[in-house]
């Protein structure tokens, strides 16, 4: 798939300008699902915001505060045939995902997992199966918004086409249990 960062600014002579086009490379997930950077704070900016440089993301998961707008392919399959934890990943991905700690919790035989985030979730193609903590499932088609609120959950493609998913992340505290 080909995917574009397009991103604008405002300069502080008032100039509103592109300062990003350009295509986004994806990273090898594991068991074939690629995620793609698209772009990302530590913490909301201010205006007039006029962003320099390269977008290198320092995390998949953002810090309290942050955001990450990724989005992820998830090939037919995906997730159905148990533990992914033992499917080779890109490097530069694994670093990226382990970088902050997501907090929730991790179960790598299931594929369960909580983080400590808000998930917006956009299904741009394909479906997918989003099973909660609770063993119910929904699947999720083309046009579906997701708000995910840090809750337990795992994927499942059981369809037979990828299934692609525009992910805004936000970061957020989880309180003492």
Known sequence: MRMRRIVTGQTSDDKHIYTHVEEIAPFEMGGGAQWYPVWGWEQMPSLPFCPEGPYQPDSVFPRTGGMRINTVTFPAGFGAKGALSSIPKDPEYAKLASAVVSGGEHNLDTGMHS?????LGF?????????QGDGTEQTLKPGDVLVQNG?????????????IICFVVLGTPRAAS
């Open 115 to 119: 983080t400590d985030s808000i998930d």
């Open 123 to 131: 299904v741009f193609a394909g479906e997918m199966t989003l099973i």
């Open 151 to 163: 809750a337990m959950h795992a994927w499942k493609n059981r369809g037979t086409e990828p299934c």
